[in-house]
């Protein structure tokens, strides 16, 4: 990885695990640039990317600051559910519906910049917080990419395969979060009833490589929803 990412991804785990407190000052570009061992237009491309990411804002003439972070309650998008799950101390269980290989159709194809009838992923899963199901995941991903990935990964955290075993660094996501009816499936599997609303959430997730590794559909039950976000004008 490239220095003024690895130096992006020290300073946000210090803000995520509260070294560096809300509203507080960021130590200046030449202090950064000493603990890192690196030049100062180094520290201001980490800078760069932590203020897109919402985690930093500038203070003209004052430096940059730690923005107050988003409820502590709502999910981490890109962290995986196990991890979310752990971090507010629910029981994640995973029942998996689906485990299997498939050629992509042209849809597919489109929506992960592959060629049709390469291999993907089908996974669909059910998750279950503190023994209520919540949330359908139906998922694919390119073998190509995502290599080796069994069953055993699927059941426990695929983020956490992809992120550890493989060394890959899951870095963003395209979104569209609509409300739509539940059909057999969520009925069966979210204790709803047939036509009872939830919410989709359809995404397409990249690598910090820009290749683009997921696309899936996320049905989640309304009363347990829950998402926050940064808007940020670029």
Known sequence: MVKYLEIYETIKDRILHGKYESNVKLPDGTSLANEFGCSELTIK????????????????????????????QAPKHLY?????????????ETRVLNYSVEPATDFLADRLNCIEGDMLYHIIRVRVSDGEPNVIEDTYMPINIITGLSKKHVENSIYEYINSSLGLKIHSSTMEITITKAGEIESENLLLKLDDSVVNVEQVVYLDNGEIFEYSNVKHRCDMFKFATNFIKI
């Open 45 to 72: 491309k980490a800078l760069d990317i932590l203020v897109h990411d919402g985690f930093v804002v500038r203070k003209r003439g004052s430096g940059s600051f730690v923005k107050r972070p988003l409820s502590t």
């Open 80 to 92: 995986g559910t196990k991890a979310n799950a752990a971090a507010t101390g629910q029981k994640l």
